[in-house]
């Protein structure tokens, strides 16, 4: 089969490019590995910058996110018991949306066939070929059948453990990774959340998130030792555990039987080229972020922001200088969103091996945030989104 992009991966990215290159009348393929059912079951990120929001309307397929989607003014960090309040509208002026990840991939996946947009689920053994030239292609397996698309670009949308990153040489490669000594275990239940908005917890006991999908939906997550494993953590010692790290200034903690209960690492990634002839990489296939800053989900809007701004200026106008100036312009983005993920994730966990020192210097720095609008003003601008 031949096209003129052939994307990797239909989570968020993947299918949020398949749309907007459909809207430009840019013909293109989805592979995806797994069945629509698991793709749409993932629970992953909760909170949206207004980039996210924004492409969403662009495609005019935000109807549920407007209807269903909540916009959050603020945030909070807890220091024990003392809770710092991010006002993110008074210092920035802007607000996030907690709609969850899976609903984006749903809309995204239910617009599909109506917008020409095609996925091939259940594509087996993704391999690229001819990278480095104008011509590359795609071969795969589609119920044991060999097949092979064509196309003059291929898009790396296939997140962490996809081949698209691997594709390119080591000798063009450079990686960047900090692996973090904790996971995230997070627990999704059908009761209403402690606070209406977001709690960071950093808690002598460790870190612990209150976050949400609704005021009837909950979605919390403590931090643990990656030794741990999830079957060690009824839900009775999740709900105990949440109750003593966010405290009573959470607000009540009401329980409820885990729809979702799983424990994800941490990390901080970044590759580089985001480019590499004619494939670009965008989302986690290209770089990963610890969710302390929901950055993961918005990084890969904007990296595909920027590719449908590409692609279209090389088959629109015959213009290269998007696809030549791809990866500076992604990478600046995602470099500072790297940053600020990491800080906080400093700021708000207790790691195992941090003394006296490192923790006075925790107590400092939410001290010192709790009193500054000017500290506050430069959280929330990374939280609510930088310019793209
Ligand atoms: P994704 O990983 O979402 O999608 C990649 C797609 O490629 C998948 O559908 C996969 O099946 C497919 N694929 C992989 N290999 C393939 C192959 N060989 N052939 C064909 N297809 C292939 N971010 C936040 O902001 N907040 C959070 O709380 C948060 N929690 C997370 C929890 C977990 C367990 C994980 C793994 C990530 C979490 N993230 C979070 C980050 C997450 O939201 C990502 O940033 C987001 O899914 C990135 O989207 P994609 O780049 O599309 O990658
Ligand atoms: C979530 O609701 O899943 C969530 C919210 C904020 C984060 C991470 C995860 O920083």
Redesign the pocket.
């Known amino acids: 089969m031949k096209t003129q992009v052939t994307i ?7 299918l949020l490019l398949g749309h907007l290159l459909r809207a430009e009348g840019i013909e293109c393929v989805v ?4 069945r629509p059912a ?2 749409a079951d ?1 629970i ?4 949206l910058e207004q980039v996210t929001v924004g492409l969403m309307a662009r495609l005019g397929l935000d109807a549920r996110l407007k209807a269903e989607g909540l916009p959050h003014d603020g945030f909070n960090l807890a220091d024990g018991e003392r809770l710092i309040r991010i006002d993110l509208t008074d210092l920035v002026g802007q607000h996030v949306t907690v709609y969850g ?1 899976t609903e984006i991939t749903r809309d995204l996946m239910a617009a599909a066939d109506e917008r020409g947009v095609r996925v091939i689920y259940g ?1 087996g053994d ?1 391999a690229l070929h001819g990278i480095d030239s104008d011509a590359p292609y795609v071969t795969f397996t589609q119920d044991g059948a060999a097949m092979r698309v064509d196309s003059r670009f291929v898009i790396g ?7 698209s990153r691997k594709a390119i040489p080591a000798s063009a490669a450079r990686e960047y990774e900090r692996v973090y000594p904790f996971g995230w275990l ?1 627990i999704l239940a059908d009761v209403p959340p402690c606070n209406h908005e977001l709690i960071y917890a950093n808690h002598p006991r460790g870190f612990a998130l209150a976050s949400m999908r609704s005021s009837t939906r909950s979605r919390y997550y403590v931090d643990v030792p990656m030794s741990e494993r999830i079957e060690d953590w009824p839900d009775d010692r999740v709900w105990d555990e949440l109750a003593t790290r966010l405290g009573p200034s959470a607000g009540p903690m009401v329980r409820g039987p885990a729809l979702e209960k ?1 424990i ?1 690492p941490l990390r901080s990634y970044v590759f580089e080229p985001m480019r590499h002839g004619s494939l670009l990489l ?4 290209a770089h990963i972020v610890p ?1 302390t800053g ?7 809007a904007s990296d595909v922001y920027y590719a449908a701004a590409a692609l279209t200026g090389f088959f629109a106008h015959g213009d290269n200088d998007g696809i030549a100036g791809y990866a500076a312009k992604a990478l600046a983005r995602v470099w500072k969103a790297e940053r600020f993920s990491w800080s906080l994730t400093r700021l708000m966990h207790r790691f195992p091996d941090d003394g006296p020192f490192e923790r006075a210097m925790q107590v400092a720095e939410l001290d010192y945030i709790a009193g500054s609008r000017a500290a506050q003003t430069a959280i929330a601008e990374n939280y609510v989104g930088l310019p793209v």
């Not at 990797?8 to 993947?14: D, K, Q």
């Not at 929901?294 to 890969?300: C, E, H, I, P, S």
């Open positions: 990797i991966g239909a989570g968020p990215a993947g592979l995806e590995r797994q698991y793709v993932r992953r990120a909760g909170v990840q594509a993704v949308c296939d997140g962490f453990h996809g081949p997070g799983s994800a965008c989302g986690d296939a969710p929901a950055k993961g989900l918005n990084l890969a």
